[in-house]
C-alpha cells in the first residue's frame, strides 16, 4: 500500500463528503498535514493532523466503503503517529461520534473536554464542529 503525504485537497473533501465528516473549516495548510493511501486522484483512505508544537489533533480519518475491512485505517493512524512524531507532537488528540472502540484498540484512551491542552480547545472541530457527546481522546507517542 503507497502512502502519500498532501494528497489534493479536493480528492480528501470529496471522500470526507462520503463519509458526513466536516470540511467546512479546512484551509490550504491543512492539506499539507494529511495522508492518503491508494490513488492520488481518488484516494482510498485519508488521515489529517492538526500540529500544535507537542500535540496535535488526528481528524478526518475515513475508508472509502469498497476499501474497509483492509486495515487502512490502522495502518493510516499509525504512518500519521509516525509522521507526528517526526515533527515534535508527544502527544494526540481526537474527537468520535463513531469510533471509540477503533482507537481505543490502537491504545488511545479517553480524556475529559477539560483536561484538553489550549491548542486542542481552540479548534473549530473541538469547539464547535463536534457534538459534545463525541468521545475525546489521546494517546502518548514517541516524538523522534
Given at each position: ?135 475525546f481522546m489521546h494517546k502518548r507517542i514517541e516524538a523522534r
Amino acid at each position: 500500500m503507497d502512502f502519500h503525504l498532501q494528497p489534493s485537497a479536493a480528492a480528501v473533501k470529496a471522500l470526507l463528503a462520503t463519509a458526513a465528516l466536516p470540511t467546512s473549516d479546512l484551509r490550504a495548510e491543512h492539506f499539507e498535514h494529511f495522508i492518503a493511501c491508494g490513488p492520488e486522484d481518488s484516494p482510498d483512505a485519508v488521515v489529517g493532523l492538526e500540529l500544535y508544537g507537542e500535540v496535535a489533533l488526528l481528524r478526518s480519518l475515513v475508508v472509502a466503503a469498497g476499501a474497509r475491512g483492509k486495515g487502512y485505517g490502522t495502518r493510516l493512524v499509525a504512518q500519521a503517529e509516525a509522521y507526528a512524531g517526526q515533527q515534535g507532537v508527544q502527544e494526540i488528540y481526537l474527537l468520535t461520534t463513531t469510533a471509540e472502540a477503533f482507537f481505543r484498540q490502537l491504545g488511545y484512551a479517553s480524556c475529559t473536554r477539560a483536561d484538553a491542552p489550549a491548542a486542542i480547545r481552540q479548534t473549530p472541530e473541538f469547539s464547535s464542529l463536534c457534538p459534545a457527546n463525541s468521545a475525546f481522546m489521546h494517546k502518548r507517542i514517541e516524538a523522534r
